[in-house]
């Protein structure tokens, strides 16, 4: 559900103050999110809100803007019973606040957030924000300050924002004003926004301190399906917590995750995308007609199939550890670990890679069209094969300690001295080019080269035989 406005409020004029008592806007709501700004005007005296209140993701309080104009800001998830806080300054400030409340928010409300300040001007721009999410809210917060002389008389927003608040201090003019303000926009559409003109309306030259927050929707509440024509994005997350679908008809993408923790579906018939962790831990499928890919994971924990026609990628592990399928048409990589851990099968058309391991713990197959590779390790411990059409590969070991079958049509290799190709019971390891050294511990290992007829080797306890096609 998008983000929805529902009130702002602000200070009075003041002079000077230690304290400053703020108030809701009419009609809030427990569950809605409360940013609330203050401004400085003050070499380095600080402001707080008290307990509860949280300097918002990405902002680092004060903003400065040289040594004696700076702002702050805070938010809150309001509960029942809430009491608007007092800000309290560590000293007489001559400053001001406001408070803007949004509704049908995220748990995790922020997406991107930015500042911008100039020493001496008549205008600041506004930060500009790339993949602003459809349904979003942003916000802005401006100041602008003058050490001596006119004050502006009000602050100008661009059209596409609507202004809710513009208030000043009123001391003498030999003294230090401040005029702050703050403004909205709804977002309908994904894409960059930011960099518009936030100007003073008399042309007096002052310091100038903008934010600009992104304030991201809900989740999909129910059963309903979530889909796009084209592209479907999230500066933080896509999540579909029911049991219907999310799809995309281009590109489904999150800055932070992509989750569906129940029985539904996810696809995309391009690319399924996020920076942080992409996961199907329920029955149905998650899957990209082109690349299927997470920076950290890619994971599945039900019965569920994950699948990428192209590739399928997670930069952290690729995990699918239940009944269903792990596939890629072309290539299933992670830099950390490919693995699987129950019945199902993992496999890839083109390449099956992992950095540091290539693990397969359950029963069904281990396999790759072309090759099979791991930096560190390929693994498989049950009763399941590990298969390559072309190469299986391991830079450090190939280990089948189970009654498996391991084979690979032209080669299959333990790159690193001393590594083996082995497995502590009978299995059957076969590569049709291959030096292998087998360890059979105890019992007996077969070794199937290339043009050559099985050849049985009974290994001794604590003995590493070698059967060599050279």
Not at 77 to 101: F, H, K, N, R, Y
Not at 250 to 262: E, I, M, N
Not at 411 to 427: E, K
């Amino acid at each position: 559900m998008a983000v929805s406005y529902v009130g702002a409020t602000s200070d009075t004029s003041v002079t000077t103050a230690t304290t400053f008592p703020t108030s809701f806007p009419a009609g809030w709501a427990a569950g809605d999110v409360a940013i609330l700004a203050g401004h400085i005007s003050a070499a380095n005296l600080t402001m707080s809100p008290g307990a509860g209140w949280s300097a918002v993701p990405g902002i680092s309080n004060p903003v400065d803007q040289g040594a004696n104009s700076r702002a702050y800001v805070w938010y809150r998830v309001l509960q029942s019973g809430d009491s608007a806080p007092t800000i309290t300054g560590s000293g007489a400030i001559t400053g001001g606040w406001e408070m803007v409340v949004l509704r049908d928010t995220a748990a995790s409300p922020f997406g991107q957030v930015g500042t911008n300040s100039t020493a001496a001007g008549t205008s600041v721009a506004l930060p500009s924000l790339t993949g602003v999410a459809a349904g979003s809210a942003l916000v802005g917060i401006a100041h602008a300050r003058v050490a001596t002389g006119t004050l502006p008389n009000g602050i100008n927003w661009d059209a596409a924002y609507t202004e809710v608040t513009d208030v000043s201090t009123s001391r003498a003019t030999s003294a230090a004003n401040l005029r702050n303000a703050s403004a909205y926009r709804l977002i309908a559409s994904a894409g960059t926004y930011g960099g518009e003109s936030v100007a003073v309306n008399n042309s007096i030259s002052s310091s100038m301190i903008a934010a600009l927050i992104e304030v991201l929707q809900g989740s999909v509440p129910g059963t309903a399906t979530a889909s796009a024509d084209g592209s479907l994005s999230a500066a933080a997350a896509v999540a579909q917590p029911a049991t219907a679908g999310l799809a995309a008809t281009g590109t489904l993408t999150a800055s932070a995750a992509v989750l569906v923790p129940a029985g539904a579906s996810l696809s995309a018939t391009s690319a399924i995308s996020a920076a942080a962790v992409i996961r199907q831990p329920g029955s149905a499928n998650l899957t990209a007609a082109g690349t299927l890919s997470a920076t950290a994971a890619v994971r599945a924990t039900g019965a569920a199939s994950l699948a990428g026609a192209a590739t399928l990628t997670g930069v952290g592990r690729a995990v699918r550890p239940a009944g269903g399928a792990a596939a890629a048409s072309g290539t299933l990589t992670a830099t950390g670990t490919v693995r699987h851990t129950a019945v199902a099968a993992l496999a890839a058309a083109a390449t099956l890679d992992a950095d540091p391991s290539g693990i397969r713990n359950g029963t069904a197959a281990l396999a790759a069209s072309t090759g099979l590779a791991a930096t560190a390790l390929v693994r498989v411990p049950a009763q399941a094969s590990a298969a390559a059409a072309g190469t299986l590969t391991a830079a450090a070991a190939v280990r089948v300690p189970a009654t498996v079958v391991l084979a690979a049509a032209s080669t299959l290799t333990a790159y690193t001295p001393g590594a083996q190709v082995r497995g502590s019971s009978r299995p059957s390891v076969s590569g049709p080019t291959s030096t292998t050294s087998v360890t059979g511990f105890p019992g007996r290992a077969a070794v199937t080269p290339y043009g050559r007829s099985a050849a049985t080797v009974t290994a001794t306890r604590d003995s590493t035989p070698e059967v060599t096609d050279g």
